[in-house]
């Protein structure tokens, strides 16, 4: 079993890449609030460096490593999305060679995302074969930098809470998306070191509930099979058992449904007029249900995990219309 | 004939409104310049107040009366987009009651920001309604604030570029989009207020082409219908007497396919993560015009007008995928 990290790594991992990132701005708008009667406090890491808190993460693998004088020559790393750009990004950044190997599926635009940050591309057809290639891939030297599974991943991820709660202390609840639980990991570690006293909150799609299940079993559940969510940043099959740890500390997880991600994302991009992915709509939608149980008004922080939509993703975002119906 | 206005009116304008709006930021894409081979510096008026310039100036009209002593009880405007936006934010901003007449087919989600800003909305089924609708209004005792025909406007909307050019000194053109020619004027103002050698260029649809038509004939050609475009915030059917006179004094005025529109505002939005109305990405398609021609690396500032999308428009947007075929 991983142990789990102190708080104090995030304070570090904060350090270490904040010359490197943006400092994300809390947008908020007066008209949520004034509807949910609760003042809703919104992380934007879409305006984060490629588009995604991801950055963080992969920064902190690279430089902590680079700090013990083991930058690796070439890193690898297999991923679709935003993890893709931020190993890109970041190698990119210090200096060294990345390879991403994505799946044929991976839409051209992430593609050429990632591509432009000079990282080569391995296209495969299955995840198997994906995961065989990046194995001998470090066996020949590559350094593998997983989505998740990685303590200073972890640490780094959390650094979008804790700049956040060091920019306003009066929050009371913070939500963040869980895919294979890497971001809700960190943010569970950025509360501990500046607002123990706060509850965690994660928020995964219905469709991909294995978090939410394997909290329930006392145990890791793994899907089957990729599930079909627009929320394409929390499809991982699971979790792994160094983020079950922190999960499992959390207040709790909501499971959203399809129409309601649908919902929340016309509605932030039109309040917030900013891009914001189907995935960090949902903890949105997590925070929602929790304040109608508030009988006092409250100020939550949400994560909004990347603003990275593809032109299909977009096509059914905006394919129904959702704003008819106001939230509160 | 109107008399031009004087440049140092911008000064005093900004004076007057700064305090009640966004210093928006001057945003840029990385892979945008490099793939253009310039730098392209976006004012990002959707993040302002009401999510679009047309704030300016309704605030410097109302402040300007409340100087003079003559704060009206009540303003009428006309409009179904951003001014009517405008109009009643700034009314509630003064303590001043707003009644907005908008056209029976006005979205149902422009409505109700118009309302939530506390404004009565009347509907009507025609222009001309409305039209014989506002002047009896303004007979017993409303104050009518059009979008564009009156000084205080155009100073108002000048002053998103005179705060841009007071941010970065090193811009080499302006672009913005013209529909009644209050944002292009306000804009050649203050340009020429702090860089008259720089010129400014605008971009209109050429489905409603009537500001090219019009300076190509000399005098002001009048569309005879609302044209059918996707840049809604270009749609008056001509422009004004006072706006045509700095209409002349500009360098150009591209006309831009719908297509190419459409092109430029995914990209816009692909690439800032931030809301693009389609009438804004017309300004950028004129400057990736224009900079084709230039054979040493400039910095051109757009003014992104706004980013107030109806999901009616939002669909048009994402209906087909314009992010295969990157720009330059």
Not at 106 to 131: C, V
Not at 166 to 184: P, R, T
Not at 226 to 244: C, H, K, M, N, Y
Request: proline share 5%.
């Amino acid at each position: 079993m991983p142990n789990m990290l102190s708080p104090e790594v995030i304070a570090k991992a904060y350090a270490r890449i904040k010359p490197y990132i943006h400092h994300t701005p809390l947008l908020e708008s007066s008209l949520l609030n004034e509807w949910l009667g609760h003042r809703i406090l919104f992380k934007a890491e879409g305006l984060q460096k490629i588009g995604a808190f991801k950055i963080r993460g992969a920064l902190n693998t690279l430089l902590s490593l680079q700090e013990q004088g083991k930058l690796p020559k070439e890193v690898v790393a297999f991923s679709s999305g935003n993890h893709a750009q931020a190993v890109a990004y970041a190698a990119k950044l210090l200096g060294i060679k990345a390879t991403i190997i994505m799946p044929e599926f991976t839409s051209a635009i992430k593609m050429q995302a990632t591509r432009s940050y000079g990282a080569n591309i391995i296209l495969t057809p299955t995840r198997q074969e994906a995961e065989a290639l990046a194995q001998s891939m470090t066996e020949k030297g590559a350094h593998m930098i997983p989505p998740y599974d990685r303590d200073e991943v972890i640490a780094g991820q959390g650094t979008a809470c804790y700049e956040a709660l060091q920019d306003n202390e009066n929050i009371d609840a913070v939500f963040a998306a869980c895919g294979g639980g890497g971001l809700l990991s960190g943010t569970y570690l950025a509360v501990q070191a500046l607002k123990p006293s706060i509850p965690v909150y994660g928020a995964e799609p219905l469709k991909g509930n294995d978090a939410a299940q394997s909290l329930r079993a006392g145990k890791i559940i793994k899907l089957a099979v990729t599930p079909d969510t627009i929320a394409d940043g929390a499809t991982a099959l699971s979790v792994s058992e160094r983020t079950f740890e922190y999960l499992k500390k959390i207040a709790g997880i909501y499971e959203i449904e399809e129409e309601t991600m649908l919902y929340w994302t016309q509605w932030l991009i039109h309040l917030l007029k900013t891009a914001v992915e189907p995935t960090s709509a949902a903890a949105m939608a997590a925070a929602a249900e929790w304040l109608k149980t508030e009988k006092t008004p409250k100020t939550v922080l949400i994560i909004l995990s990347g603003g990275n939509i593809s032109p299909q993703a977009y096509k059914k975002i905006w394919q129904d219309n959702y704003l008819e119906k106001r939230p509160g």
